[in-house]
């Protein structure tokens, strides 16, 4: 790896690492989201507080950050010969960084939202068509981690005719999608054993 796309790499980790359930938690004057509810500093779980701005703006804070990310990677580091695997690694870095934070001892968030922003500054369809799913799943299911996972495994599918299997974003699409649903694997416990909750209960998929 070129000293440039470490260096873009790095920048993408630190970016990924802003809690925004912390950091507006904080801001408000709440409690922090890690000691309350499932413990996940995520949208999901800010909202249990009952402060749905607080909620609204932690996901458009974890989306916005993976957009951010991936399109400054897009926008700049071809200037400085980084090309589409540089970009698919920063990608991955800012997915790694909201799930490992270094600014909040590596306790992080599910990535749902962050892996939706980081899909939209890699194709605007293919977040479209996830985003959709989950929205569907959602409405069919209500169950909020069943319908994250129901998207992310069907994002390399997406991504599959989107992209094509000759994109490099292809394979990080794939990547994205096994870590996402690692990261639900409680949920998928309590999926199998019929104990998750349905939205609005205390399942959490952020």
């Not at 607080?54 to 974890?62: E, N």
């Not at 998207?151 to 000759?166: E, N, T």
């Not at 199998?192 to 959490?204: F, L, P, S």
Request: contains cysteine.
């Amino acid at each position: 790896m070129t000293t440039t796309a470490f260096a873009f790499v790095l920048a993408a980790y630190l970016i990924g690492s802003l809690s925004f359930a912390v950091i507006v938690s904080k801001a408000m004057g709440m409690d922090d989201p890690r000691n309350y509810g499932s413990g996940n500093p995520g949208a999901t779980n800010v909202l249990r507080s009952g402060k749905k701005l607080a909620a609204a703006l932690t996901l458009l804070g974890d989306g916005a950050k993976g957009w951010v990310a991936v399109a400054l990677a897009s926008w700049l580091g071809p200037r400085y010969g980084l090309g589409e695997q540089g970009i698919a690694l920063c990608a991955l870095a800012v997915l790694f960084g909201h799930m490992w934070p270094v600014f909040f001892g590596f306790k992080g968030g599910k990535g749902v939202a962050t892996a939706v922003g980081i899909l939209f500054g890699i194709n605007a369809w293919l977040a479209l068509a996830a985003l959709a799913t989950w929205l569907f799943m959602a409405f069919v299911v209500k169950i909020s981690s069943l319908s994250a996972i129901i998207a992310c495994v069907l994002v390399p599918v997406y991504a599959f005719f989107i992209l094509g299997p000759q994109s490099v974003f292809f394979g990080t699409c794939i990547i994205i999608a096994i870590v996402v649903v690692h990261r639900h694997k409680s949920n998928l416990i309590k999926l199998m054993t019929g104990q998750e909750d349905k939205i609005g209960g205390k399942g959490d998929a952020g």
